[in-house]
C-alpha cells in the first residue's frame, strides 16, 4: 500500500511539475508523461517485480511500434487521410495489439492483459483532460490557440 502511494504523489508532483513549466525541449515532455504512463500501469496493474522486469521491455518495444505505425501513417499539413487510409491504419493497429496481446499474456496473465488496453485509453484521457484543464485555465504553455485543431494522421 505504501508504493502505491508513493507512486501516486510522485505522479501528481511530475504532473504539476510538467503543467507548471514552459514547453522547453519536447523530449523533456516526452520523457515526463511516459514516467507518468509507467507509474500509472504499474500502479493499476499493481505489477510485482517479477512482472515489471518481464513487461516493461515487452511493452517498450510495443510501444515503439505503435509510434513508428503512427509515423509511417502521418499526413502533411493540413491533409486529411482517406477512409481506405484510415481503415488500413487501424487493421495494423489492431494486428500490432493482437501480436503484442501474446507476448503480454506470457508477462502477466490474462487477467492483468485484459485490463491493460484499457488503462492505455485511460491514462491518454486523463492526460488530454489535464491538456483541456490547463488551456482553460489560460496556461497554454504550447502557445497556440486554445481549441486549435490538431495535424497529423490517425490516431
Known amino acids: 500500500m505504501k508504493l502505491k502511494t508513493m507512486l501516486a504523489i ?50 517498450n518495444q510495443y510501444h515503439a511500434d505503435l509510434k513508428a505505425l503512427r509515423q509511417n501513417f502521418k499526413m502533411p499539413e493540413g491533409q486529411n487521410p482517406s477512409a481506405e487510409q484510415q481503415l488500413d491504419f487501424e487493421q495494423k493497429k489492431l494486428d500490432l495489439k493482437k501480436k503484442y496481446k501474446l507476448q503480454f499474456e506470457a508477462c502477466l496473465g490474462n487477467e492483468k492483459v485484459n485490463r ?11 492526460m488530454q483532460d489535464l491538456k483541456e484543464q490547463r488551456q482553460q485555465s489560460g496556461n497554454n504553455p504550447r502557445g497556440g490557440a486554445q481549441g486549435a485543431p490538431r495535424s497529423g494522421g490517425p490516431r
Request: hydrophobic share 40%; aromatic share 10%.
Open 10 to 59: 510522485v505522479a501528481l508532483a511530475t504532473t504539476t511539475v510538467t503543467m507548471a513549466q514552459p514547453p522547453q525541449a519536447t523530449g523533456e515532455r516526452a520523457d515526463k508523461i511516459e514516467a507518468l504512463r509507467i507509474a500509472f500501469i504499474s500502479q493499476q496493474l499493481n505489477l510485482t517485480p517479477a512482472e515489471s522486469q518481464k513487461f516493461w521491455p515487452v511493452y
Open 116 to 126: 491493460l488496453y484499457s488503462l492505455e485509453d485511460e491514462f491518454r484521457k486523463k
